[in-house]
């Protein structure tokens, strides 16, 4: 990792006397940690011996010689630096991240002349921690948590600019299933989501920063015209006051199914919106209601594009099967036209776990959004 350089123990007795004035002591969590991961690939632990070394400010792999002769493979850590990257990271992951690309080094055979880094070495590290995080059914955010949270991002003499380590933990992630495990975690890409019959605007709209659940993100400003003399349509003054709740972030993108209150300093009326993002793209259709202050909400339209529709205003009337608002049923749920499902939408309490299981149904299903329900009035 780049935090420190490599600690120059030369001896197991060394280390065990260094790490003992240190204060020295076995972290269960940490042994734990690097048990699953080996277990992923068929090895023991007891392969490597594992140290806390407190006030090294770092985790190293060193292959240290023995009083019999012997080379053992150690990684070193410091249960004070741990901590301090998962607060910063925000996820217990980026521990198991740092442990892992410390295996991957052992594994791989940079341990072996004890030399130090380089950007080879570190590069073949991350890929190998993006694959074992992968293995263990982490999203590619928590994979890429440790080195996300550093705040230095050029290259150095023994390290890579963090953009291309992050990059490389991608590619491991890949290779090691990630796309599938996130398949099962109901995370979807713009392919798959076209192939079900969802659509994008294909447009290249200018992108607004807003924040959340997981912090700011990046989303397309998909707001059309709210009035006839509207000069604000598709700006980012339209969304620049949003919050969303759900999702995850790639790259600085908000991806997933959300929960949106749309709001901007140039929004005509506030309205929460239920919609999918990939790499802060919007997928349509996508449900939406307003925000009436403290009265509950009782409409529900769908917008599709460019192109916005109502399903229900109820007490009023109801278009909820005609056209795509009866394939929203198949998406989401057939609560959705309920006036508790739209009354706790406009208050933003509805259970997005419910609705995530019912888009996952959908999109493994043989169902598809039908190309004649678009643009119907």
Known sequence: MQFSYSQNYQTVEEVDTICSQLGFASDEDAQLAVDRILKQIGLPSKGFTLKSCPNINNAVAKNIKGSNGKYHRY?????????????????????????????????????????????????????????????????????QSAIQSLRYEKATSTHPAKKDRLLEIEKGWDDGGGIINQMELGIYSQAQLESKGFRFSGENREMVTI?????????????????????????????????????????????????????????????????????????????????????????????????????????????????????????????????????????????????EAQFKDFIRSINQIPLDSWNKK
Request: charged share 20%; proline share 1%; with cysteine.
């Open 211 to 355: 924040n959340g659940e997981y912090g700011p993100v990046k989303i397309e400003a998909f707001i059309g015209s709210e009035s006839n003399t509207d000069d604000f349509m598709y700006k980012k003054e339209k969304l620049d006051l949003s919050n969303y709740k759900g999702g995850f972030i790639k790259n600085g993108f908000l991806n997933g199914l959300v929960l949106l209150e749309a709001n901007g300093t140039q929004k005509i009326e506030k309205q929460n919106i239920l919609l999918y993002f990939v790499n802060g793209k919007v997928a349509y259709p996508y449900i939406d209601t307003y925000i009436d202050g403290s009265n509950p909400s009782n409409f529900l339209g769908v917008q599709e594009g460019n192109v916005s529709y109502g399903c229900i205003y109820i007490g009023n009337w109801s278009n909820e099967d005609k056209d795509i608002c009866k394939e929203l049923k198949q998406i989401y749920g057939d609560d959705i036209f309920s006036s508790d499902f739209i009354n706790n939408f406009g208050k933003g309490n509805i259970d997005t776990k419910l609705i």
């Open 75 to 143: 990684i070193l850590y410091d249960n004070q630096f741990m901590s301090r990257i998962e607060n910063s990271a925000n996820t217990d992951w980026s521990a198991i991240s740092i442990l892992a690309h410390e295996i991957g080094h052992h594994l791989i055979g940079h341990s072996l002349n004890n030399e130090g880094s380089n950007h080879t070495y570190e590069l073949e590290a991350d890929y190998w921690s993006g694959w074992a995080l992968a293995k263990l059914g982490a999203s590619l955010t928590e994979a």
